[in-house]
């Protein structure tokens, strides 16, 4: 997580795969034509999802907005998979913080129940600083089964500097030494009870982490932990949650480091304690540096925060290759997924204030005046996420110049064809499915005029789909489950 004090850290490595990435080399002006083929028994990894944080009181701007028809519209825009983004993972924020009025997060047990070996005073709320109304209604109302919580920090009377902020660790771990005791198991303890309250609320957490960028200590909720104190955590978690019945469904994941090269390193450590089985998925930001090829490891990897944090507010879709542009972020996610095969892929927050007015949200809201304004980047993940359904298997394509192509084969049956403009012009484009005949195809187009809105597409009677990618746009094409026949 950012704010303003933070930003001159993050001045955004300009690396393959991450906000401000050269924006590829304009093509010719007139239109162009080209095949795109799909080979479905080219397959790689599986997909888990995409979404958004809703971390440090960001969810209030939602489940306190007095303009109840705003809020469905802000609740649609997130997760409707007709007129919205269609997300499908929530990555919300564990408490530290005691009693905190700020943004901060609030922990549920303030207070240091005299050691690590004493009864804890848990003092839950039933609102997770707005987080669990926000998880119900994604749960109940638009189907999305992925919740991530994860901890920026422990309490503070848990760490080795005695406090939730400026890093730390948590004592116990190797290499630490506190008078207070060994902590890890109440540190356990703790992320399990916070599971336990999602649950009797009818939400399940199925991602749980306890780590948030543990190579930066920030003045904000922050602890420190190298890989091998990773690992000695993750061996205290796994049987506490295992012990609560709770591992069939809620899997823990590490680590979100602040760049890709301090995550491999961290991940090579947990591989190495051999904990890497005890690991639902990889977890990595992009700020000090985005990925670099897929990551050697056996588990589902995920980028779970990114963004644009030193442009001013934006909304456009395209802006001569801005970082904060909606064309940007098409290109990043496929740079994430297609050359370093990321199964789950996060903006930063989902909704934030008007200030910082930067483009580290999709959405500005100001819920004093029940008013938000919608930024491109919103429609440039709708592209991905409603077409591409958690589960779904990415498949091979071939594209034609101008054009970046990802397919993929979802779980009904369905298949989703991605096509990215890489220039200024049109491209007209027929795509073949290789060992199937499409007898139907819809489009959805994002551009500057356009939000995730129907287009034009045929599908003639050899199963040839027929369609445009106007330029600086992206465009999905998809075949319904039903909508295929086996190639003769």
Known sequence: MRFAEAILIAAAAAVTGVAGSPEPAPILAERQSGAITVDLSKTFQKIDGFGFSLAFQRANLITNM????????????????????????????????????????????????????????????????GQLWVSQEAVKTYGVTTIYADAWSAPGYMKTNGKDTSGGSICGVTGTSCSSGDWRQAYADYLTAYVKYYAEAGVAVTHLGFLNEPEFSASYASMNSNGNQAADFIKVLYPT??????????????????????????????????????LKAVTSHTYTGGPSGAMNTRVPVWLTEQCDLNGQWSTSFYSSGGAGDGLTWANNIYSAVVNNNISGYLYWEGVQWPNPNTNEKLIRVDNR???????????????????????????????????????????????????ISTGSSAVTVSIKISGATPTAVEAYVSDNTHNCEKTTASVATDGTISGSVPGRSITTFVIPGGGTAAAA
């Open 66 to 129: 007095s303009d109840k028809k705003k809020q469905r519209e802000l609740l649609d825009l997130l997760f409707n998979t007709t007129t919205g983004a269609g997300f499908t993972i929530i990555r919300n924020g564990i408490g530290s913080t005691p009693n905190s009025n700020s943004d901060y997060m609030n922990t549920f047990a303030p207070k240091n129940p005299g050691g690590p070996k004493s009864s804890p005073q848990y003092e839950w709320d039933g609102k997770d600083s």
């Open 241 to 278: 949650l295992e012990a609560a019945n709770l591992t069939q469904r809620t899997g823990i994941v590490c680590c979100d480091s602040e760049g890709w090269g301090n995550q491999v390193s961290m991940t090579n450590a947990i591989k190495s304690a051999g904990v890497e089985n005890r």
């Open 369 to 419: 005046t029940n008013t938000y304004e919608v930024a491109k980047r919103l429609w440039a993940f709708a592209n991905w996420s409603r077409y591409v359904r958690p589960g779904a298997l990415r498949v091979g394509t071939t594209a034609p110049s101008g054009v970046r192509t990802a397919a993929f084969k979802n779980v009904d049956g369905s298949l989703a064809v991605i096509a």
